[in-house]
């Protein structure tokens, strides 16, 4: 399995355009998590879907944020307009909730996104 | 909601020494708590997780003890090696099947030749 694979690994924009990020879970897993990681507040949940559906948005910092899942092979966060202050390593996760109980979960690469 | 917090933030020890990373959670609720590791600029991929039903695990040199009482849990790393250089991550949920869990700000551990 080439597990959770997210593109573009590197994004440099200015202030006011739209970005997008993009996510393909590990086949089979049912949860899909996207994260943020600064310096400053560490790893924060944005947002988590089940079987495509989200469930929990309350991460999502403001309305510039969104996040869809039009199938289960297939995520983007997008940000718009963009700011300086959403520069971070954006990373997305999957896990296979469908066995019960705590299955890991699988971070990808993330993406760094600079907004200047 | 839950609030994890994790001390130190960093943390130097002379290779073969042991490390203790520390934390403490404060929903009582919480039952599953891993550990993520982080290399610079690599993904946080999990290393060992203990769940409320158990008080030790261990794999290896690396073992997680669980405090319910005191609400704290601790990642020991024993006869430590330059590859253990990078950030951990603790974590805890109260949720079944961890779909939210609270992260730890990290502890930046160096192993030192």
């Known amino acids: 399995d080439a597990g959770v694979i997210q593109s573009p690994r590197h994004e440099v924009t200015e202030m006011g355009q739209e970005v997008t990020l993009r996510c393909k879970p590990i086949?089979?897993?049912?949860?899909l998590f996207w994260y943020r990681q600064t310096m400053m507040r560490g790893l924060e949940l944005l947002i988590y879907?089940?079987?495509?559906?989200?469930?929990?948005d309350s991460g999502m910092p403001e309305d510039r944020f969104s996040a869809k899942m039009p199938n289960a092979s297939f995520s983007t966060l997008k940000i718009q307009p963009s700011e300086p202050r959403d520069s971070a390593v954006y990373f997305c996760?999957?896990?296979?909730?469908?066995?019960?109980?705590?299955?890991?979960?699988?971070f990808g690469n993330g993406t760094r996104l600079t907004v200047t | 909601g839950e609030n994890v917090e994790q001390h130190p933030s960093t943390l130097s020890v002379q290779e073969g020494d042991s490390a203790v990373i520390k934390c403490t959670y404060s929903?009582?609720?919480?039952?599953?708590f891993p550990w993520y590791k982080q290399e610079l600029g690599k993904r946080p991929q999990l290393i060992i997780d203990?769940?409320?039903?158990?008080g030790e695990k261990k794999d290896q040199r690396i073992a997680v003890t669980l405090n319910k009482t005191a609400k704290h849990f601790s990642l020991h790393i024993t006869e430590t090696q330059p590859e253990d250089s990078a950030v951990y991550f603790c974590?805890?949920?109260?949720?079944?099947?961890?779909?939210?869990?609270?992260f730890g700000t990290g502890t930046r551990l160096t192993i030192i030749p």
């Open positions: 974590a805890a949920t109260p949720h079944f099947g961890n779909e939210k869990l609270t």
């Open positions: 086949s089979g897993h049912d949860y």
């Open positions: 929903d009582s609720a919480s039952n599953y």
């Open positions: 879907f089940n079987n495509n559906v989200p469930i929990d």
């Open positions: 996760a999957s896990r296979d909730g469908t066995g019960g109980g705590n299955s890991p979960l699988h």
């Open positions: 203990i769940r409320s039903n158990v």
